[in-house]
């Protein structure tokens, strides 16, 4: 099983609500990631967990809240995001952070729309 | 900190062959990273390179030339399901995995 599931598939959001993003991976990976990415641009890395860890923040605004609860779930809570936070937001997990280079695996997104 | 250069937009008709360059910027280098993407769909991993040289998986061949900081992706035979988005992507040690601006691969009939 190579797959990386993500809840929910579409989510919009209200400027003062409190919502929560999922990512699960069953492949017994020890890296997990979460991307942004906005309509024809890459996807931009913002917080990185390896082994439960936080071991990466890219000067991501507090309004992001990234949660590793164990070792195959990854939880990214939201609150009081503003309109340019409307992205396709992306999770990942790789074995390792030495192997993201080559064995990256991305699930299918939550399309985040903030109005 | 870590850069990379892609082109824009590639067009190229189903059976030929195209090639997709990605120069990249990076203190330390541990290896540079193909993906695809769909529109709609998630990145999916199709190329790895560490070293220098050529790398075949099927129709899809990757390259790199360290001393040039330089690589590309081959795509031969082209099928219409390949028009995507390609992106190329480096670690470095102690950075971040960046990924490059990418590239939009139309294919035509």
Redesign the interface.
């Given at each position: 099983d190579t797959e990386v599931t993500q809840t929910p598939k579409h989510l919009v959001m209200g400027m003062t609500n409190k919502k929560s993003l999922k990512c699960e991976q069953h492949m017994g990976h020890r890296a997990m990631?979460w991307y942004k990415q906005k309509a024809?641009?890459?996807?931009?890395?913002m917080f990185?967990y390896s082994y439960e860890k936080l071991s990466?923040n890219?000067s991501v605004p507090s309004r992001f809240s990234p949660e590793c609860p164990n070792s195959s779930l990854l939880n990214l809570h939201l609150h009081a995001l503003q309109p340019e936070d409307s992205a396709l937001y992306?999770c990942a997990s790789s074995p390792g952070r030495?192997t993201?280079?080559?064995?990256?695996?991305?699930?299918?997104?939550t399309r985040l729309t903030v109005t | 900190g870590q850069s990379l250069e892609q082109p824009s937009e590639v067009t190229a008709v189903e059976g030929a062959i195209v090639q997709i360059n990605c120069t990249y910027q990076t203190s330390g280098f541990y290896g540079l990273s193909w993906y695809q993407q769909h529109d709609g769909g998630a990145p999916t991993f199709l190329s790895y390179n560490a070293l220098d040289g050529l790398e075949e998986t099927g129709r899809f061949s990757s390259f790199l030339s360290r001393s040039d900081s330089y690589g590309y992706l081959l795509l031969q035979e082209l099928q219409m399901k390949d028009s995507a988005s390609y992106f190329c992507a480096v670690r470095s040690r102690g950075q971040n995995f960046v990924f490059g601006p990418g590239t939009r691969l139309s294919v035509l009939p």
């Open positions: 990631y024809k641009k890459p996807p931009e890395l990185v990466i890219e992306l030495d993201a280079t080559y064995e990256q695996y991305f699930g299918p997104g | -």
